[in-house]
């Protein structure tokens, strides 16, 4: 593929939502998100430390025949986080509520699910940063002593009716376990912290899912796809799967490394994981900026693009990618931007002066 066409004044058909390399589950077939997840422990891959910690303090519950305690976890979208407390739930025997923050406006809401409980339930309470305060108030006691205060009528009138709770286990799960209050981190007994895969388990997680999907899939194709997917199962799952399509419309259904390579350029993510967003702001920022520093406005208009669909959808990835880097004069490339994209930097590239000071913040 030659970078230098990569388009550097429109990303347009580029919505965030519409992306395969997309983490988040918008959009997602939750059937078949549902079919690929590992059931146990022992079939959930990679994740080593949180693994054995939560086994731990999993075994150690049933030994006592306790409920098992509040666990907190935190990464980034499509690393596993339902997929654990799914987990959790089947290794305690327990069963199962999936709620989220957002769904969780009143603190009425949140008595609601929990009074009715049952005992020994795991409460899986995605993006829990995102629940209201005063839900978030009730959660407090509910954690810690099992118990909430309804609030019935309103003003002088109003009274606090207690209500005990049976013994349940809350998974929290969210993006950024900084943004939660300390009062609530606190009240965890547990915290793991999901980190992106490396290659060699994705590949792991991509032979498991070929087998599920009924796929042949070759060790150089699986080890193709992961090294596109962005340290994320869901995004290998979701890239195997158009490899897949590839494979059975164009050749004999068997992915090999150069069916993965082919499929995955015509779906337009790169070798590295990028996708066409992805090179449409690093394009325009060494095409048209000489590697920065840029503002991100002006970035975002010369890619065609809302500040935040670069900001949120596009940076991230390519700061982590040590492509690109945020400076408090603007975006600025890399010199592993400049190789990736198979252009020569100039001179003066990504220093301070020459036409680099024309562009602001
Ligand atoms: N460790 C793993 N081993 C195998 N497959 C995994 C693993 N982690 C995640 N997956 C797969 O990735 C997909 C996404 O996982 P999951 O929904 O648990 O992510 P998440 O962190 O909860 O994402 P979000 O924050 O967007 O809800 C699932 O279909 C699951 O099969």
């Known amino acids: 593929m030659n970078w230098d066409d990569t388009p550097t004044d429109t990303a347009a058909g580029t919505e965030a939502g519409e992306r395969l390399v997309d983490a988040g589950a918008a959009g997602e077939d ?72 957002p769904a969780i406006q009143h603190a009425g ?46 003003g002088p009138g109003a009274t606090a009716i207690p209500l005990e709770l049976p013994p349940f286990t809350l998974v929290g799960a969210t993006t950024r376990a900084g943004l939660l209050p300390p009062p609530l981190r606190d009240r965890f007994g547990f915290t793991g912290h999901m980190d992106f895969y490396e290659p060699a388990e994705l590949e792991r997680v991509l032979h498991r899912s070929a087998q599920l999907l009924d796929v042949e899939i070759e060790p150089d194709g699986a080890a193709e796809i992961a090294g596109r997917s962005r340290g994320t199962p869901r995004i290998a799952n979701r890239l195997l799967r158009r490899v897949r399509d590839y494979a059975q419309v164009k050749a004999d259904g068997v992915i090999t490394r150069s069916i993965a390579e082919t499929a995955l350029g015509v779906y337009e993510v790169d070798g590295r994981g990028l996708d066409r967003l992805d090179r449409a702001v690093l394009g325009a920022l060494l095409k048209l900026f000489g590697g920065g520093p840029v503002g991100l406005s002006t970035l975002s208009v010369a890619v065609g693009e809302e500040r935040e669909t ?28 400049w190789e990736h994209l198979g252009l020569r930097p100039p001179q003066n590239a990504g220093g301070s002066g020459g036409q680099q000071g024309l562009f602001g913040v």
């Open 109 to 154: 809401d949140l008595a609601a699910i929990l009074s009715s409980l049952a005992e020994g339930e795991v409460l899986f309470l995605d993006e829990i940063h995102r629940m209201s305060r005063p839900a978030e108030e009730m959660l407090y006691m509910a954690m810690e002593d099992f118990r909430v205060d309804v609030v019935v009528g309103k």
């Open 310 to 337: 670069v900001e949120e959808v596009a940076e991230p990835f390519l700061v982590r990618e040590g492509l690109l880097a945020r400076t408090p004069r603007g975006r600025v490339a890399t010199p592993a931007a």
């Open 30 to 101: 939750q059937a078949i998100e549902a079919a690929l997840r590992p059931k146990n422990l022992g079939e959930f891959v990679g994740q080593e430390r949180v693994r054995e910690q939560l086994d731990l303090v999993l075994r150690a519950a049933r030994q006592r025949g306790a409920t098992a305690d509040h666990v907190l976890l935190s990464g980034a979208p499509g690393l596993g986080k339902t997929t654990l407390s799914m987990i959790i739930a089947a290794e305690m025997g327990a069963p199962i509520r999936i709620t989220s923050g």
